[in-house]
C-alpha cells in the first residue's frame, strides 16, 4: 500500500522546466505571511491590559488553491482568536483554522480567494539525500518571502516532541515557522519547524517536517479537524550491526521488533518478535523513532503494510488498525486521559503483569501526571495492578491524598504522583 493511498491532496504536476530561480519565484508566490493575534490565558502584569494580548508571526504554504487551504505550524495559530493571511501581492486575507495537531506541531488553515496558488509538492516516496540543496521560503521577522539556501545536514532527527525531522544549514529564523523547504527544482520537501539557537537567531541548525509526516497530517486535518493516532501494539528498538549478526540475517537497515502486545492489530495480523520491519507504508525505515512517527500519521480504522524481513525471507504484512474487538481497553478508569490494556512482559526475573499505557490526551489529568504511551503501570500505593479491575477497585477506594504509581519506563522503574 502507498503512502500516497492515505492522501486526499494530489501530487501537483511537476513544476515547468524553467530555471532554478524561475522555479523558486513561482513558488514563492505559494508562500504567505500569517499574523495570529488573540488573547493569554494568564497575564504576567494583571494590572496592564496590553499584557493580555499577543501576536503571533509566521509563514504558512498554499497545498490546495482551490479550496485555499495552508498549511502552517500549530505553534503559530495556538489560542488564536483572529488570523490574517498575507499573500505575495500583498492581499490581506482573515483565515480560520481547519485543524491543528500539536503532536507534530502542524496545522491547516483555511482563507477565500479566487487566485491562489498552490506549491509544487515533491513525490514524498522520493528518497532525501544528506548534502544535497534545499531552499527556505518565509517571512522571519516579519521580512517577507525571505528566501535562504543551503544543504540537508541530516535526516531522521529526533526533536521532541517531533520525530524524523529534516536538519538543514539553510538559515531559518523566528516567523520562518510553517514556510517552505524546497529542492533545487522549487519543490516543497518539507516544512520549516524549528530552530536550535542561543541568541533567538539562526546560528545555522533548522529542523523542516518531511512530507511523509506532513500529507498524512493534512490529510487527516482537512478530513476530520483533528488527527486520531492508530495504535499497532509493537515494542521496537533501532537494529544495530552486532545485532543484525546475532539474529544471522543479511546486512539490512530497519528497526527490530522485540515484542509484539497481545490482542493488537499487530498480533492480529501475524507480526512477530524479531521480525526485522524495512518499510512502511513504502517508506524506508531507518529507526525506530522514525516507525513511531510514521504509526502516528495513520488513523484507526486504515490499513497499512509492513515489510519484513523475517529469516531473511521477504514478507509484506498489511494490518488493519482497527483494533480487534477482544481487545481489552478502557479510557475510563479512574485515570482520566490514559488509555490502558492489561499487558504482560517478559523480564530477566520473569513475566511482570502490569497496564500498558496506549495512548495518553493531550491536557489529560493523565498526561499532567507524568504518564506517557509505552509506559507500565505496576502498582498503585504499593498494591499490583494486574488487570482493569484491579485498577477500578483501587480508584473506588482513592482519597483526595496524591496516589503514588510505579511505573515501568524503558526498563526503568520510576515513581509518579497522581492525584
Known sequence: MSLICLLNFAIADKAPAHN?????EVASKAVVNITAMGQREMNAE???PHNNHFESLGSGVIIDAKDGLIITNAHVVNHATMIFVTLYDGTRLYAHVVGQ??????????VKHPDLQAIHVADPLKQLHVGESVIAVGNPFGLDHTITSGIISGLNRSIPPSENMIQTDAPINPGNSGGALLNDQGELIGICSSITTYTGGNIG??????LTITLPIIDQLKEFGVVERGII?????NLTPPLTRALKVSEVEGVLVSDVMPD???SAYDVEPEDIIIKFNDVPVYT??????LVGTVRRGQKLSLTIIRKNEQIVKSIDLKTPEKSTRSTSNGIDGAELIEYEQLDNSGIIRGLYVINVNEGSPALLTGLLPQDLILEINHKPVKSLSDLTSLMKNKTNDESLIKVRRHNHTIYLALR
Open 233 to 237: 501494539g509493537l515494542m521496537i528498538q
Open 101 to 110: 495537531d500539536p503532536d507534530t506541531d502542524l496545522a491547516l488553515v483555511a
Open 46 to 48: 494583571p494590572n496592564d
Open 264 to 266: 493488537s492489530p499487530a
Open 20 to 24: 532554478q530561480s524561475n522555479a523558486i
Open 288 to 293: 525506530s523513532n522514525q516507525l513511531r512517527s
Open 205 to 210: 541548525i533548522g529542523f523542516a517536517t518531511p
